[in-house]
């Protein structure tokens, strides 16, 4: 049974009963696998909105996508590794500077309201898609 709720500030709300709910997961971490290996990571950013759909709060969203695109991202640079397609010695400069940014942004969540978090999220996802799109 799927039931829709109005909720003040959070707009529509899904609320899902036990099969729907774990074949609804499911399919949104199949459709986050399929663009993390096509994209390699770009997953999360459909983690993100699904997982806010799902009825997930926002910033819970944002830490739950990396929490699932990290094992989906693991398999990926692994079957990557094995098509010879990876070498992890092009990703070592990017490293330190990935991890001090990583540590900066989730500081930062906590401190950025929902409503600037989702109006810059939504900015770099056009921003992403111009890019995409003209290049």
């Known amino acids: 049974m799927l039931v829709f709720r109005m ?5 529509m709300r899904v609320e899902k009963s036990g099969g729907l ?3 609804a997961s499911m399919i949104i ?14 997953g999360g950013i459909a983690a993100v909105p699904l997982l806010k759909w799902s009825g997930i709060p926002l910033k819970k969203a944002h830490a739950t996508s ?9 398999v990926s640079a692994v079957l990557y590794l094995m098509n010879g397609t990876i070498q992890f ?5 990017y490293l330190p500077g990935g991890f001090i940014g990583a540590i900066l942004g989730a500081m930062l969540m906590q401190k950025i309201p929902d409503k600037l ?3 810059a999220f939504g900015a770099f996802m056009i921003y992403a898609a111009v890019r995409l799109l003209f290049r």
């Open 7 to 11: 909720k003040r500030r959070e707009g």
């Open 21 to 23: 709910k774990r074949f």
């Open 29 to 42: 971490g199949a459709v986050c696998g399929v663009l993390n290996g096509l994209f390699g990571a770009g």
């Open 66 to 74: 990396l929490a699932v695109i990290l094992p989906i991202s693991i």
């Open 89 to 93: 010695t092009d990703a070592l400069p």
């Open 117 to 119: 978090l989702r109006k």
